[in-house]
């Protein structure tokens, strides 16, 4: 059964959400750093005597998070806060700062660190006032940001003041590291704090025993090497095999976060042997071993942490049915940010809960769902049952075919059937096209079927709406339009009533501009919101991570979902709805080109909608949606 309604008043604008940021900081033996300031946007906090912190209040969507403390390198980076949810930060780390300081001023000089290892040497002129300077060289835990892709970093500088600019190069001079033996020069990344990105720094001289690189700049330097990387994706657990929820994973410099279900992925893992390292406040930290192929996804065994504290109680009880007391098995039960799964006798065992008053949620298939609060105590097992109450379950099912489900379709979304004869009426003369020798520019065909939903025109093959005519639109421009293209696609009511566990899937095809379709252009999002609530929350930005190479971008060059200069191919997609079981919901695909360029190619198809039941498997997941879409949010457009 399928809940008709529409949605009136829905829309972008609702009123500011705000989310929860939470971690821990530690220094690189980790031993937890207490009384660091911790800062996410406009909202603060500090961290506890075992390092962890809890920010409130904090604007969803895109934050930087800054965190210092007394005698240690100040560290700072991107967060995106989440309103549904606490968002788990890895874990920080912080490194001493050096203690030495050298003054120097504008008749230059040399400092060194403490032990001599790193040294710069400052030019008369290049200093217009005295400064004092200090250079440390931090654990690559400490690093501001993993490794730029397809690089490994293997040493560290931080050079403070952080920000000071030269008028001449100075010589900064580190120990040639280990993996640099056999190279003639060794790139250099500095940490841009205006984009809180690596930015090049060009490549370092390489002598008998060190590594010379000119600089302009103070701040963070990483020296890293050249190498082929795969993935690596596992689980973190407890000793009872549950998962621990904002487990940090790292190996090198390469560090994140397990999920709510403590799954992780660590990308950009040089090849051959790893380990991947576990962390979590109030658990020892434990380590697995890998061996990574290079492009592929390695999926490691389960890292098992053991708790360090027996302050934590324990939840155990039955789910059973209100009509004849049977079990029920399957069912979630949560709390506290654990959950688990009752057994086949309908038992379930929640571990390692905080003590005091806490709430119980239980969500089982075909059940209402029903919360209960319990009182847990320090070292002890508390007790608590629940009987559900059997519920009519809505389905949601759609794969275009028919016009009967009451989609809403925005801007030019419309339901688009097979035709050889629909095609891109802007190549060759605007566009070039991958597959056009063998296709002419036709829409693709449906995943399944003779229908999907298309932003796109039947008439022009193409989102370019209208095409600019004045001034006169140049040969291979990309196709430039009168106006800004974008539009929703936007479902009926689905209730998510008597759901254990909700999985959206779909699958799509597109083909976008090539030119900067990652940093703010022809943006594909696919949101969810709560019946009735006019704020809508990104569940995936379905847009490629990077941009093409400068060098490399083209106007008339599209990206599709088979990759940069290629032809599309349909792409399956599951992206959990657990945060809404038990809601009446509704799912937007919303596309939007942000400007007037590069809008004659083919647009954003979608088809094979669902909501499964089903909890959502990593192991279920492509390896296109681990690695180039999972947990990504868009930044804002930039100017061009």
Known sequence: MIVLAFCFGCGEDGPTTTGIVN?????????????????VGDASSTTASNGTFNVTSVKSGLQTLSVTASGYIPSTRQVTVSALEPTSVPMIVLDQKDSKSTEIGPGGGEAASTDGAVKLVIPAGALKEA???????????????????????????????????????????IPLPAEAVSSSSVPFFHFDMASLSWTAAGSGSVSTSTVSLSITKFGWFAAAIPVSSGSVSGKVVNSSGLAIAGASVWTGSNITAADSDGNYLLANVPSGAAVINAAASGYTSNNVSVTVASGAIVYAASIVLTSTSSSYGTITGKITKAADSSAVSGAKVSSSGKETYTDASGNYVLSEINPGTVTVSVNAYGFASTTD?????????????????????????????????????????????????????????????????STAGAIPSAKSGSYSAWFGSDALGCYIGTQQTDPVDPALSGGSSVLRMQGDLTTPEIDLNGYADATLIFWTWWEVEGVNPATGYDIMKVKVSRYGETTWTDLLVINPVDDPDPDSKIAYVPYSSGGYNKAGVWTKHQLSLSPYVGSKIQVRFSFDTYDKKYNGFRGWFIDDVSISPDRLSLSSISSYDIIKTRGRIQNAPRNR
């Open 23 to 39: 971690g821990f900081v530690v220094n690189p033996s980790l031993t937890p750093v207490s009384g660091a300031a911790v800062t």
């Open 131 to 173: 400064v004092s300077v200090s250079l440390s060289h931090p654990d690559l835990t400490a690093a501001p940001l993993a490794a730029p892709e397809g690089y490994k970093i293997i040493y560290l500088v931080y050079i403070s003041p952080q920000g000071t600019l030269l008028d001449a190069a100075a010589t900064l001079t």
């Open 373 to 437: 609060t319990v009182v847990v105590s320090a070292g002890s097992t508390s007790n608590k049952d629940f009987s559900l109450t059997a519920v009519s379950v809505s389905s949601f099912s759609d794969d275009f075919e028919t016009p009967y489900i009451p989609w809403t379709y925005g801007g030019i979304w419309h339901r688009a059937q097979n035709s050889s004869t629909i095609i891109d009426t802007l190549a060759p003369d605007y566009v070039s096209l991958p597959d056009y020798a």
